[in-house]
């Protein structure tokens, strides 16, 4: 059977067949196996007409379906006039070839979907060379079977190679010359966004992370009046957006929108947005927005905490937050879920219920990391005010009646207390527990978090 034509591949208006070989030690329904591929085709625009589960311990190395399913497979390809069967697995390449050959049909599997909708949905220069990126990585290994015009002639004993094995080196170079620029464009916006992040020292950091259409980009306009998109669709938001958040009694501080996760990320995609999710690298603090009315909801929290691990993001500190639970119909589970989770704060973007808590979390969470120290020194002490307004925040200054003192009181990390060394003529006090200590009093920099 003759290879299909996939000189470009575009899931949208497409009639696919959905296929899912799941483990039986999985424990997911069978009627629920393909809920996310389902929202994934959706987003990408794909037309379902069948699909097909099969459960098995491990899929089959050749063609992932066992022999019966596949069978299955292509009649109902025949019966459906279906021109796209698209996995819910990731495929090797032979095992794509091996079922379009068998199926006459394009195969399409999970990280092509996904790539596919990336690439529909970058907006931004950074976004379109990340999936660009990630797109040629994951189909360098798949060029025979993708492109069809590269021409099947076979070489024998002594008749040299065939045109299309030329042409196919030929593609594979041109291919990892462009992954090679691809790479410096991005390194170079890289360095760039790390220095616009660490430059933010006097304002404080919150990101929010979470699985895709958990409702971050509508918690952001709720709690900044900002206008991002949103759409009731998976990864609607792929570009990190940072806006103004003020919080009572406390001040303005930056919230950062994060492109969204889900299980199974394609790795070259991971790769690819490391230098996207550098604002939720160096944020003061996690905002982890959960779906509560999705049934999966703990295994969306597992699947973002393991993201986040890869790309090595500290999420143990992180705020977790129910979000939707205007949509819980079953009030019992999320009891549930707030007892298993005694730490979570449970809102709805859309009503507005709990963003005041939410608030306060962060206030009190933020807070713990950071104290209101009183600085007493002399006016001529330019060091000391040049690190003050680098690493802190000045809330006031007060000068003594004859001008020769300066009274500072500022909120600062713990982290950068040592920096106020400076002489015996300074004099600090700590709001902790309003002790007074000279700076050479100051405990050394590795545990100055304990003060």
């Keep these: 059977?003759?290879?299909p034509k996939r000189e470009e591949l575009q899931v949208k208006a497409k009639r696919a067949i959905l296929v899912s070989v799941i483990s039986p030690s999985n424990h997911i329904d069978k009627n629920q196996a393909l809920d996310e591929l389902k929202g994934l085709v959706e987003t990408a625009g794909v037309k379902v007409v069948g699909t097909l589960v099969q459960s098995r311990e491990n899929p089959h190395p050749a063609t992932c379906l066992g022999k019966g399913k596949l069978a299955e497979l292509k009649s109902m390809v025949k019966h459906v006039d279906a021109e796209l069967i698209i996995f819910d697995n990731n495929l090797s390449p032979s095992q794509g070839r091996n079922i379009e050959e068998e199926t006459g049909t394009i195969v399409v599997d999970r990280s092509e979907l996904i790539l596919d909708i990336f690439a529909t949905h970058?907006?931004?220069?950074?976004a379109k060379l990340q999936v660009e990126l990630a797109q040629l990585l994951y189909f360098r290994p798949r060029l025979k079977r993708l492109w069809t015009h590269l021409e099947r002639i076979e070489g024998g004993v002594g008749a040299g190679r065939g045109p299309g094995e030329k042409?196919?080196?030929t593609d594979r170079r041109l291919l990892d010359k462009r992954v090679a620029e691809l790479k410096r464009k991005l390194s170079e916006v890289e360095r760039r966004r790390e220095r616009t992040v660490s430059n933010r020292?006097?304002?404080?950091t919150v990101s929010l992370v979470g699985y895709t259409n958990a409702g971050k980009s509508t918690l952001m306009n709720a709690l900044t009046g900002a206008d991002v998109y949103i759409a009731d669709q998976l990864f609607a938001t792929l570009d990190t957006r940072t806006r103004r958040w003020e919080l009572p009694h406390w001040g303005e501080i930056l919230l950062s929108?994060?492109?969204g996760f889900v299980r199974d990320l394609p790795h070259h995609l991971v790769a690819s947005f490391k230098s996207t999710l550098e604002e939720a690298r160096q944020a003061d603090l996690l905002l982890h927005v959960v779906d509560c009315s999705n049934p999966e909801v703990e295994h969306h929290i597992k699947t973002v905490n393991k993201v986040l691990d890869e790309i090595g993001i500290e999420h143990k500190h992180a705020i977790l937050v129910f979000n939707k639970s205007d949509k819980v119909e079953d009030r019992s589970k999320l009891d549930v879920l707030r007892l298993k989770y005694d730490n979570a704060i449970t809102v709805s973007a859309v009503s507005g219920e709990g963003l005041d808590r939410l608030a306060q979390g962060v206030i009190d969470r933020l807070?713990?990391?950071?104290?209101i120290v009183e600085i007493e020194a002399p006016v001529g002490n330019g060091k000391l005010l040049s690190q003050l307004e680098e690493h802190s925040l000045i809330l006031s200054r007060e000068y003594s009646h004859d001008d020769t003192r300066v009274t500072y009181q500022a909120r600062i990390a713990r982290r950068f207390?040592?920096?106020?060394?400076?002489?015996d003529d300074t004099e600090i006090r700590i709001h902790d527990d309003g002790q007074t200590m000279?700076?050479?009093q100051l405990l050394p920099e590795e545990s100055i978090h304990e003060v």
């Design 167 to 169: 042409q196919l080196e």
């Design 122 to 126: 970058a907006k931004t220069y950074e």
């Design 1 to 3: 059977m003759a290879d």
């Design 417 to 423: 207390l040592p920096m106020l060394r400076s002489d």
């Design 367 to 371: 807070a713990s990391g950071y104290v």
């Design 438 to 440: 000279s700076p050479d």
């Design 201 to 204: 020292f006097q304002q404080l």
């Design 257 to 259: 929108d994060t492109v």
